[in-house]
């Protein structure tokens, strides 16, 4: 059966790999490059950035096996309206590739749009790293009723994203 759950603590090394597994397919580059750009701590300490932090982190689980993820973070005040929401951004969304194309990206993103409306976000902004290498991706945040906005961190990404919510 495949279901949508919060991340258990015992399966934090199983997200990280299909992370990895995932971008190596993507950029085409080792593991140890990855790594070099993004140490994934953030899933090390997934109960302090996500969890206390007015953040959820899902995982998509095939029987009990992680086969994607994704998850909510808190990012900022919103100053540029009158809502006096709060802004949050959509991290971690990666599915094994025989998982993709088939509803269960769209699904965990309703999930997580849920999740933040209910903890009173008004917006959700995203990166992505490369717009030709994440085309499907963009394509589907796009669909989601996502669109460009400017630059709003210091990533390396080079995609800016935010959907009202």
């Known amino acids: 059966m495949i279901e949508i759950k919060p991340i258990q603590p015992h399966q934090t090394e199983a997200v990280k790999r299909v992370i990895l597994t995932v971008c190596q397919e993507i950029f ?3 593991e140890e490059v990855i790594l070099k750009h993004d140490n994934l701590s953030d899933i090390d300490q997934v109960r302090s950035h996500y969890f206390n932090s007015r953040g959820v982190f ?21 100053m540029s309206s009158d809502t006096n929401g709060d802004i949050c951004e959509l991290k971690r969304m990666w599915f094994l590739k025989a998982y993709r194309g088939l509803g269960w990206g769209t699904k965990m993103s309703y999930m997580l749009f849920d999740f933040a409306k209910q903890n009173g976000y008004t917006k959700v902004r995203l990166d992505t790293t490369d717009e030709y290498k994440q ?24 995609v800016f994203l935010e959907k009202m919510l």
């Open 28 to 30: 085409e580059v080792s």
């Open 58 to 78: 899902l995982v998509l689980l095939d029987d009990e096996t992680v086969v994607g993820c994704g998850a909510i973070h808190y990012l900022s005040k919103d």
């Open 135 to 158: 085309a499907p991706a963009i394509k589907l945040y796009q669909r989601l009723g996502f669109y460009l906005i400017k630059r709003y961190n210091d990533s390396a990404c080079t």
